[in-house]
């Protein structure tokens, strides 16, 4: 067979192969799980999916990594009598899927009930990657899972028992139907409010007038409901907010407007109360929208979380869902998983990866009897363990029920557009009272109370209740382009303040896992052969996260496909194989804190030295750089021994007394606390409390499940990248805010002033009106138009 | 123009059998996913070899490889 040395490209993600897969009719793949992936679709004639593919623009992804999880759990009795009930003797389940993209996926997921017997339909989400599947009384959950993990998807079954989702499915309906009853009452107002101010006079108008009272109640009481209740929270908890004026515009303007009607005046507010009503749910609307969709990562948590559990049962291994695992329980955890449970090893030998706990990048060795914590990561070998204590109860839990409880205790933050408009409702309130006064002395009662309403109709703040949610609708949905995915859109005004970043080390700015730092060869093989490609073809099967590293390493090294005979792998010691009369082995020779180093030993002589590392990432240096120069502190925090963390904060030059080494969870978090600008950026379980008690906290791909939950901001992408991004996003988003509200308060300076002096009246400020709410829009589609590309 | 009068309220009433339309439609979740229907519009909406496909991938492969 040729060598392959150019570039060539995998016939299912179209990526840039780095480790071969052939197939029988010399197709080329990247990896294993692309060619069964693209088999499953060439099999049952589904590819269309390519040319779907094609069209939608989205091309080389790549398939999330294989793993393998037995999903024979979702067919027990009991996941079903608890968690799925049946209906009409159909059963429907939600799971979220890992992988999906394009529509695509959505035309080949949804063919689902052709591949997999007993399935009613399948229904995707793409802005949430959910898919709804339903199965009659032949159809059977676990065989769909299993579909899905061939057809290059992963799924995570959700349980519905938590509210959460239909709650907020309710709560997302509930103010779709607002907003439908404001827009329709609005639009029909509009159509008597026209025609006053095209000189309907005499009993038609006052007919008119009553029409348009009646078709306002409804959004005055329904509609607007919103406004009220967080105005009254905010008031209670002596803070005014946005919706402290808005209710006052809505309600003020509603009972003027009506006593006028009574008193047989046509001039009234009820055309733009309704409308104002209907704008500013409908961009608060657009906010929520944008917000969820790259992030169902909130209710995410629970799907990192792994479900299937391996139980040793009279010596056979079930799979069962952690939910019905026990105290005193054995189970079985495979090299490469998490283990689930705090408990003891009472079977295997292996080493484990204890960074997400720790933050300590080296493996720890574990035996018969060692403890071992949830959270931890078994490297080498299969580990039998007895459960001591279960979810809340490990070490692990403990931590997340701090959190959990911090949550719930935190004050909310004052926003820039609430502090502008305390001074705004204030002034505002002020200046009428004064104008209302000083009219009903001078002048009549009438002239006053016509004067004080041109005054508040015209100085009501829209621009804050529409453009700058607007401006931050625009600045989180580019971010999530740039895979930046925010949660809270005051993170992208309060990272502006911030003057400290904090950076986690494992994980952060090192990958957090090992890859290979050098090769050193020490002497020829006797067999003409290179040294890479018999440690390649040596790796080539295993499981083990080192070979794992090397392939990568030398996945562009020139292969002639030597044929290895004998292969085999014992777990904890190495890889064995022979190539012609030649024996070669791969083994560990050296390991401490922060390397492993493997020797390739060709009939038991060391030929080649193999040093494996957790390596600074390549842009790390160069970003801390940049963000030093926007005026940033950086900080290191790091569970790792000071010796470590010394090294990598030289390669990426942060200064020594910068660096906060050995210090644990609660430690980490005293830190940043202690800090009232504090940027923190980490991965592991050992972050989560400060990542929760910083003033920002950013967890970047590949962070634990808990990271994701607390964190404000999560990275899709790896690496320090986003951080910048954000910083420079943040910037963007809080002068286009600024504009916003410099041209309102020249607006509302220049409107008042003219109402004061009685300059304007109810049509002038009518047709105002929406032209500032235009100009404002325009503002916030300028000032971030660069960002949404 | 008496006739505005009996127009406008029949008019108001049947804007408020569309809105109880709009209601209802949303309650049944009718807009619950904005995104998804618009790309499931542009599928062709074929069958594909109905009955070779209508049991387990597995069997097909088996009957490939006789």
């Known amino acids: 067979m040729a060598a392959v040395t150019e570039k060539t490209i995998c016939c299912h993600c179209q990526q840039d192969i780095k480790v071969l897969s052939i197939d029988e009719d010399g197709r080329e793949f990247c990896c294993p799980g692309c060619l069964s992936v693209f088999h499953i679709i060439s099999q049952n004639n589904l590819e269309q999916f390519y040319q779907y593919r094609e069209t939608s623009g989205e091309s080389g992804w790549q398939i999330p990594e ?96 938590d509210q959460l989702e239909s709650l907020r499915q309710k709560e997302e309906r509930t103010l779709l139907i607002r907003i439908g009853v404001a827009a329709a009452c609005a639009m029909n107002i509009m159509l008597f409010a026209i025609s006053l101010y095209g000189g309907a006079s005499g009993t038609l108008a006052k007919y008119f007038g009553y029409f348009c009272m009646i078709l306002s109640l409804p959004v005055v009481m329904y509609s607007a409901l919103p406004f009220y ?164 109860e490990t070490r692990m839990g403990r931590i997340f029920e701090k959190i959990e409880r911090l949550h719930q205790d935190q004050a909310p933050i004052v926003r820039l557009t ?242 906060y080494a050995e210090s644990n969870p609660e430690q980490k978090a005293e830190i940043v606390e202690k800090d009232a600008s504090s940027i923190m950026v980490g991965d592991g379980a050992n972050d989560t409390l400060a990542l929760k008690l910083s003033s920002v906290g950013i967890a970047v791909q590949g962070s634990i499940d808990v990271g994701l939950k607390v964190s404000d901001v999560y990275f899709s992408n790896p690496g320090l990248a986003g951080i910048y991004n954000l910083l420079k996003l943040g910037k963007r988003t809080l002068h286009t805010v600024y504009g916003i509200l410099i041209f309102t308060t020249l607006y509302n300076l220049a409107g008042a002033t003219l109402a004061t002096m009685g300059l304007i009246g109810p049509l002038q400020a009518a047709i105002i009106m929406p032209i500032s709410s235009l100009i404002v829009t325009a503002i916030s589609f300028y000032g971030t138009k660069g960002e949404s590309r | 123009m008496n006739i505005l009068y009996f127009m406008i309220p029949v008019a108001v009433c049947m804007g408020a059998v569309f809105v109880y339309f709009f209601i209802w439609a949303t309650k049944n979740g009718q807009f619950d996913d904005l995104d998804t229907p618009s790309m499931r519009l542009l599928l062709e909406d074929t069958e594909i070899n109905q009955e070779e496909n209508s049991v387990d991938i597995n069997l097909k492969q088996n009957r490939k490889e006789l």
Not at chain 1, 72 to 99: A, V
Not at chain 1, 358 to 370: H, I
Not at chain 1, 532 to 544: G, N, P, T, W
């Open chain 1, 418 to 659: 609430d502090k502008f408009s305390r001074v705004f409702l204030v002034s505002v309130l002020l200046l009428a009272s004064i104008l209302f006064l000083y009219f009903s002395f001078t002048a009549s009662v009438e002239i006053a109370l016509m004067r004080t309403l041109s005054l508040i109709i015209i100085t009501c703040p829209c621009a804050l209740g529409l453009a700058i949610p607007l401006t931050f609708t625009r600045s989180i949905a580019s971010a999530a382009k740039e895979g930046i995915i925010i949660k809270d859109e005051t993170v992208v005004e309060k990272i502006n303040h911030c003057k400290n970043l904090y950076l986690d080390k494992t994980g952060t700015i090192t990958h957090g896992k090992y890859s290979v730092e050098k090769i050193e060869h020490l002497q020829p093989l006797q067999a003409q052969l290179a040294h890479d490609e018999v440690i390649y073809q040596l790796e080539k099967f295993s499981k083990h996260p080192l070979a794992k590293a090397i392939r990568n390493e030398l996945s562009q090294t020139e292969r002639n496909n030597i044929s290895l005979e004998h292969y085999k792998e014992i777990l904890g010691k190495g890889v064995y194989g022979q190539v012609g009369e030649n024996r070669y082995h791969i083994t560990g020779i050296e390991s401490s804190s922060d390397f492993v180093q493997l020797g390739l030993f060709e009939n038991n002589q060391l030929v080649s030295k193999i040093t494996l590392s957790d390596k600074v990432r390549d842009d790390s240096k160069n970003l801390i750089k940049k963000m030093r120069n926007l005026g940033l502190n950086i900080f290191m925090l790091t569970g790792d021994k000071k010796s470590n963390a010394i090294k990598v904060a030289d390669s990426v030059q942060i200064d020594h007394k910068n660096i």
């Open chain 1, 66 to 161: 294989f793993r393998d999880e037995n999903f024979s759990y979702l067919d027990s009795e009991q996941i079903h009598r608890d968690y799925i009930p049946e209906r009409d003797g159909f059963k429907t389940m939600l799971f979220y899927l890992e992988g999906i993209h394009c529509i695509a996926c959505l035309w080949l997921i949804e063919k689902l009930p052709q591949l997999v017997l007993g399935t009613d339909y399948a229904k995707v989400n793409l802005s949430k990657s959910t898919v709804e599947v339903k199965i009659n009384r032949e159809g059977s959950f676990s065989k769909v899972a299993n579909m899905l993990v061939r057809m290059g998807y992963f799924p995570h079954p959700i349980f519905k028992e």
């Open chain 1, 229 to 392: 209740h967080s105005s009254l929270a905010a008031l209670k908890s002596r803070h005014i907010n946005i919706d402290v004026p808005l209710s006052l515009a809505i309600l003020l303007g509603f009972f003027i407007s009506s006593f006028n009607v009574f008193k047989g005046s046509d001039v009234h507010y009820f055309d733009s109360i309704t409308t104002l009503t209907f704008l500013i749910l409908f961009s608060r609307y657009l906010l929520r929208r944008v917000q969820q969709n790259g992030l169902s990562v909130a209710s995410l948590s629970q799907f990192f979380d792994r479900g299937d559990i391996k139980k040793v049962e009279n010596g056979n291994i079930i799979s069962i869902h952690k939910k019905y695992l026990q105290k005193q329980d054995h189970i079985q955890v495979l090299p490469g998983e998490m283990i689930p449970v705090d408990g003891e090893i009472i079977e295997g030998k292996s080493s484990l990866n204890t960074s997400a706990l720790t933050g300590e990048s080296g493996t720890v060795p574990a035996f018969k009897g060692s403890k071992v914590f949830a959270g931890t990561e078994n490297i080498e070998s299969p580990l039998i363990i007895k459960v001591e204590a279960l979810n809340e």
